[in-house]
């Protein structure tokens, strides 16, 4: 499966953002989806995951509360929904696919997409 992530950009703090990732793919379906984010000189963090039929979720606890993970897998989407924004959410974000689980392990993850930039400003 391919992945396409899009919908970043710069926001001030307190504001929203709505990422999506796109795939292309007839088995989209069986895939769980996961986020990640890339701060510069960081490793790669999980931030949310979403299980193959969308009945499980999983959140990073520094976005529980804030961030909404969901998909449509009509569309071969899943989105995640940043709400209230912080300066240190400031990142690249991934997404990924996995056809075993939801993991908090970014090398488990078998399809990654390119990567979309979200600059939160203070």
């Known amino acids: 499966v391919q992945l396409q992530a899009s919908g970043g950009g710069l926001v001030q703090a307190g504001g929203s953002l709505r990422l999506s990732c796109v795939a292309s793919?007839?088995?989209?379906?069986?895939?769980?989806i996961s986020w990640f984010r890339q701060a510069p000189g960081k490793e790669r963090d999980f931030v949310a995951g979403i299980s193959w039929s969308g009945g499980r979720t999983y959140y990073a606890d520094s976005v529980k509360g804030s961030f909404i993970i969901s998909r449509d897998n009509a569309k071969n989407t899943v989105y995640l929904q940043m709400n209230n924004l912080k300066p240190e959410d400031t990142a690249v974000y991934y997404c990924a696919a996995d056809a075993t689980a939801v993991t908090r392990i970014a090398r488990e993850y078998d399809f990654w997409g390119q990567g979309t930039l979200v600059t939160v400003s203070s």
């Open positions: 793919g007839r088995t989209f379906s069986r895939y769980h």
